[in-house]
């Protein structure tokens, strides 16, 4: 392994986010902000717990996890395209690196800004709400992987887009729905039977339900279906970059 | 001298049936330059493309250093540097960081000394803490270079690299691929303009439609691709060329009010006054004078033409 190139790779990526540090600190600031007021104190107001659970403290989760899969796959598709825009991915391939190497320096990144703003959105949840943690170390976990696996489909979202067009095609038509409709303002159980049932062919559903778990130990599935749940979307993800890395497709000729 | 570039049946074929590599078999002394030309559309930066890893070859082999760039492509990646065509920089990054970027891409350690020494030698020192959007298209290629030289390599390919540059950035260049040749690295570069290779080559290839027509000494190549004509049109048409003209091998045009002379621009004299002088001696009248020289297509043709001979 060229260490020293990931290194250098995440290294430049990071340079990025540290530019426009205040920028990648204030927004997230901002927009929880702003979902407490909205829902937290509007709908919050007509719903006064869920599960035992206050809603704005209940919605804590969800809004941790909308910030960081949107962030992670913006990071790591912007990451990858912008080389190919800008041309710059001549050096990339002309060096002794491989695939894996790109995508851990790339995915790392990205990965990292996006767990960054996660944490961000914690901490100003504090805030406005009484956080508990009940399980600390399936939190981290759970935070982690998410921020890795969409940062994986990031990466694969910027190998495949021909145009900016295109990459906020994927995040705009299915991941935000994907995460409105996966239980980030509401519980599963508060939803009519036949949309229960259809919810959870919603992944989103999982990822949110065990990452909820964590905070308050409530659940909508069984947190190893989350757990299980994400480890087949890294690795289908893996899959499609090991697919990439083989073919060569839409990165050399 | 050892070879240090080796390229044997070099294909490239692409999905549409189209052949940009038809076969290319090349092999590259260490220390020495190779300028590469060909019109657009030739391969030249096909075969650059594919021997540093950007584009996959169909068939064929290329080793540099003995490493082949397939099955070891890091150790063979290591020894190549690459400056592109077109300016490809992320614009809002700083020319240290990309630089230092480039270094570690190719798997070196951090060695700010060096890459002092690089940015000094380009005249980019001062503008290190730059943003590449602040620099002019000139300082850019610099940056370019800087990037290729950051891990040492000891072959680097110059794609066009003064393709709309203006005269003066046009000799900065060549003077640093002079330097560079003096600290050992092997230089390939492709560009379109004769004046280019005769400049700077040790050897020229020519290339065309994916194939490697030739590949010669600089001398010998600038020696056939230096002739040129000289037209004298005569106001008068004549049926022969005059016995006291026969010495400087002229020929009649068709209509026979004109006379050809064809001469070397790299000779101490070409013959052009004495020809004259003879015309006025033989009482020929001259209606005008046009000199000619063959574009580079001609040249690909003649010499084509006349290895073939």
Same mark, same amino acid.
């Given at each position: 392994?060229?260490?020293?190139?990931?290194?250098?790779?995440?290294?430049?990526?990071?340079?990025?986010?540290?530019?426009?540090?205040?920028?990648?600190?204030?927004?997230?600031?901002?927009?929880?902000?702003?979902?407490?007021?909205?829902?937290?104190?509007?709908?919050?107001?007509?719903?006064?717990?869920?599960?035992?659970? #206050?809603?704005?403290?209940?919605?804590?989760?969800?809004?941790?996890?909308?910030?960081?899969?949107?962030?992670?796959?913006?990071?790591?598709?912007?990451?990858?395209? =912008?080389?190919?825009?800008?041309?710059?991915?001549?050096?990339?391939?002309?060096?002794?690196?491989?695939?894996?190497?790109?995508?851990?320096?790339?995915?790392?990144?990205?990965?990292?800004?996006? +767990?960054?703003?996660?944490?961000?959105? +914690?901490?100003?949840?504090?805030?406005?709400?009484?956080?508990?943690?009940?399980?600390?170390?399936?939190?981290?976990? =759970?935070?982690?992987?998410?921020?890795?696996?969409?940062?994986?489909?990031?990466?694969?979202?910027?190998?495949?887009?021909?145009?900016?067009?295109?990459?906020?095609?994927?995040?705009?038509?299915?991941?935000?729905?994907?995460?409105?409709?996966?239980?980030?303002?509401?519980?599963?159980?508060? +939803?009519?039977?036949?949309?229960?049932?259809?919810?959870?062919?919603?992944?989103?559903?999982?990822?949110?339900?065990? =990452?909820?778990?964590?905070?308050?130990?409530?659940?909508?599935?069984?947190?190893?279906? #989350?757990?299980?749940?994400?480890?087949?979307?890294?690795?289908?993800?893996?899959?499609?970059?090991?697919?990439?890395?083989?073919?060569?497709?839409?990165?050399?000729? | 001298?050892?070879?240090?570039?080796?390229?044997?049946?070099?294909?490239?074929?692409?999905?549409?049936?189209?052949?940009?590599?038809?076969?290319?078999?090349?092999?590259?002394?260490?220390?020495?330059?190779?300028?590469?030309?060909?019109?657009?559309?030739?391969?030249?930066?096909?075969?650059?493309?594919?021997?540093?890893?950007?584009?996959?070859?169909?068939?064929?082999?290329?080793?540099?250093?003995?490493?082949?760039?397939?099955?070891?492509?890091?150790?063979?990646?290591?020894?190549?540097?690459?400056?592109?065509?077109?300016?490809?920089?992320?614009?809002?990054?700083?020319?240290?960081?990309?630089?230092?970027?480039?270094?570690?891409?190719?798997?070196?350690?951090?060695?700010?000394?060096?890459?002092?020494?690089?940015?000094?030698?380009?005249?980019?020192?001062?503008?290190?803490?730059?943003?590449?959007?602040?620099?002019?298209?000139?300082?850019?290629?610099?940056?370019?270079?800087?990037?290729?030289?950051?891990?040492?390599?000891?072959?680097?390919?110059?794609?066009?690299?003064?393709?709309?540059?203006?005269?003066?950035?046009?000799?900065?260049?060549?003077?640093?691929?002079?330097?560079?040749?003096?600290?050992?690295?092997?230089?390939?570069?492709?560009?379109?303009?004769?004046?280019?290779?005769?400049?700077?080559?040790?050897?020229?290839?020519?290339?065309?439609?994916?194939?490697?027509?030739?590949?010669?000494?600089?001398?010998?190549?600038?020696?056939?691709?230096?002739?040129?004509?000289?037209?004298?049109?005569?106001?008068?048409?004549?049926?022969?060329?005059?016995?006291?003209?026969?010495?400087?091998?002229?020929?009649?045009?068709?209509?026979?009010?004109?006379?050809?002379?064809?001469?070397?621009?790299?000779?101490?004299?070409?013959?052009?006054?004495?020809?004259?002088?003879?015309?006025?001696?033989?009482?020929?009248?001259?209606?005008?004078?046009?000199?000619?020289?063959?574009?580079?297509?001609?040249?690909?043709?003649?010499?084509?033409?006349?290895?073939?001979?």
């Amino acid at each position: 392994m060229n260490w020293t190139a990931i290194a250098a790779i995440y290294r430049f990526e990071m340079a990025r986010f540290f530019r426009t540090l205040a920028q990648s600190f204030l927004s997230p600031v901002l927009s929880t902000s702003l979902y407490f007021v909205v829902f937290g104190t509007a709908i919050g107001s007509r719903i006064q717990e869920v599960e035992g659970v #206050s809603y704005g403290a209940f919605i804590v989760p969800g809004l941790i996890m909308l910030s960081v899969v949107m962030l992670s796959i913006s990071n790591a598709s912007f990451g990858i395209y =912008f080389p190919k825009f800008l041309g710059t991915i001549y050096e990339l391939l002309s060096a002794p690196v491989n695939f894996i190497e790109i995508v851990i320096g790339y995915v790392g990144a990205a990965a990292t800004k996006a +767990l960054f703003v996660g944490l961000v959105i +914690l901490a100003t949840a504090t805030f406005f709400v009484d956080l508990r943690i009940e399980h600390p170390f399936a939190m981290a976990a =759970f935070l982690i992987l998410s921020c890795l696996s969409f940062s994986l489909l990031g990466f694969i979202i910027g190998i495949w887009a021909s145009n900016f067009e295109q990459m906020s095609l994927v995040p705009q038509l299915i991941v935000t729905p994907l995460i409105f409709l996966g239980g980030t303002f509401y519980s599963i159980s508060m +939803l009519p039977p036949l949309w229960q049932t259809i919810t959870l062919f919603n992944p989103v559903v999982y990822l949110i339900s065990g =990452f909820r778990w964590s905070f308050y130990g409530l659940s909508d599935v069984p947190v190893v279906f #989350s757990l299980l749940a994400i480890i087949a979307f890294t690795g289908t993800c893996l899959a499609v970059i090991g697919w990439i890395f083989k073919t060569g497709w839409r990165i050399r000729s | 001298m050892t070879t240090i570039l080796s390229i044997r049946d070099l294909r490239k074929s692409y999905a549409d049936g189209f052949e940009a590599l038809k076969g290319v078999s090349l092999d590259i002394e260490e220390g020495e330059i190779l300028a590469l030309l060909g019109p657009n559309g030739a391969g030249k930066t096909t075969l650059i493309t594919t021997i540093c890893g950007i584009t996959t070859p169909t068939s064929g082999a290329v080793t540099v250093g003995g490493h082949d760039i397939q099955s070891d492509y890091r150790a063979a990646r290591r020894m190549i540097g690459l400056v592109p065509q077109e300016i490809a920089l992320e614009p809002f990054e700083k020319v240290w960081n990309t630089v230092r970027l480039s270094r570690g891409l190719f798997g070196l350690g951090k060695d700010n000394a060096r890459i002092e020494d690089i940015l000094r030698k380009l005249s980019l020192w001062e503008k290190r803490k730059n943003a590449i959007k602040e620099l002019s298209g000139g300082m850019k290629r610099r940056v370019l270079i800087a990037k290729a030289l950051a891990h040492e390599p000891r072959v680097l390919f110059l794609d066009e690299p003064t393709a709309g540059v203006d005269v003066e950035l046009r000799k900065d260049m060549w003077e640093i691929v002079a330097e560079l040749k003096r600290d050992g690295v092997t230089i390939i570069l492709t560009t379109h303009y004769i004046e280019e290779a005769e400049a700077i080559a040790d050897r020229v290839g020519v290339i065309d439609k994916g194939e490697l027509l030739l590949v010669q000494d600089k001398d010998t190549l600038m020696a056939q691709m230096g002739k040129k004509q000289i037209e004298v049109m005569l106001t008068e048409p004549i049926a022969r060329i005059p016995d006291s003209l026969a010495i400087h091998n002229l020929t009649l045009n068709g209509a026979g009010d004109s006379l050809i002379y064809t001469y070397d621009t790299h000779a101490d004299r070409t013959g052009i006054t004495s020809l004259l002088n003879d015309v006025s001696q033989a009482g020929l009248f001259l209606r005008d004078v046009q000199t000619r020289q063959s574009s580079l297509e001609e040249i690909f043709v003649n010499l084509v033409s006349g290895e073939a001979a």
